[in-house]
């Protein structure tokens, strides 16, 4: 059992919380693009999420959760001192950050939790830092002060233009490449995009033809996270690849994206029939 130290809503639409829960030996190895699985109860659902910070001296790792299924709706009910029955990890591989000079960070909605950390891991080692955080509108915006902190320049947009600039971060992204040239500054060795898949695929194809290596955090579904189940199989480079163990992160200019978003709504579609799914054992809706 791992008890919830720590419960924070991180938006004024309280859809995005976040929760430090102590997990000594998942702090201690725990990097920046890791991910853990938790189950709230026995019969639960299995659900991956990123880690989005960890303290190994208190023991801690923390996790910002959006509310978007049964299982994350019920976890966004369990209060500080309350206990969740199981979390596996640190799973995947932390993100790559060696010899990187200078990184654009693009975080679309709830992937800029995700980001985070990873930023700011980046900042600490002396990247320069350009963080792009992207968001349909102002009452789902997060981290404004740690996405300050984290970064060089952070550029903050609304598609509706509710706060900070408006458009999409694709424009913003191809902003800054653009402005590199013009002004002869260095260009970004790399650019992180975590968000959305089709976010993230338009991003791939603003960096591709600038030859910016360009990396993705994936989120498909997962079942076991250790590579046996398949359920989070993606093609990169023609390869079948699981990103539980060979991920999260995958070359963007390599993934294709057509196969991996219709995975993503197959999964939905089917995750939304059975969370209406009456048994006729218990007369329940089953918890995933
Ligand atoms: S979650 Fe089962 S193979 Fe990755």
């Known amino acids: 059992m791992y008890k919830v130290v720590t ?39 299995r659900v991956p999420v990123s880690v989005a910070g960890y303290d190994r001296e208190k023991g801690t790792v923390s996790v910002m959760v959006q509310a978007a299924g049964r299982t994350t709706r019920m976890l966004h009910t369990v209060e500080e001192g309350d206990y969740i029955t199981d979390i596996a990890g640190p799973l995947g591989k932390a993100t790559e950050m060696d010899g990187l000079k200078k990184v654009c960070v693009v975080g679309g909605g709830v992937g800029c939790a995700i980001a985070y950390p990873i930023a700011k891991e980046m900042h600490e080692r002396g990247i320069e830092v350009t963080f792009i955080a992207g968001f349909r509108s102002a009452d789902i915006v997060i981290l404004k002060e740690e996405l300050k902190a984290a970064s060089n320049k952070l550029i903050i947009c609304t598609d509706d233009g509710s706060y900070g600039e408006k458009g999409f971060t694709t424009v913003f992204l191809k902003r800054e490449i653009e402005e590199n040239i013009e002004k002869g500054l260095p260009q970004f060795d790399r650019v992180v995009a975590i968000g959305p898949d089709i976010m993230m695929k338009f991003l791939a194809d603003v960096t591709r033809p600038y030859e910016i290596k360009t990396i993705i955090s994936l989120d498909p579904i997962m079942v076991d996270g250790t590579g046996m189940c398949g359920g989070c199989r993606v093609i990169v480079g023609g390869e079948t690849k699981f990103a539980c163990v060979d991920g999260p992160d995958f070359d963007a200019h390599q993934v294709d994206f057509d196969s991996l978003i219709k995975r993503s709504a197959f999964y939905r579609e089917e995750q939304d029939a059975a969370a209406q799914h009456i048994c006729r054992m218990t007369g329940g809706k089953r918890n995933g």
């Open 7 to 45: 419960k924070r809503f991180l938006n004024d639409a309280k859809t995005i919380c976040l929760f430090e829960i102590e997990a000594p030996l998942i702090a201690r190895h725990a990097q920046a693009g890791q991910f853990v699985i938790f189950r709230l109860d026995e019969q639960g659902e």
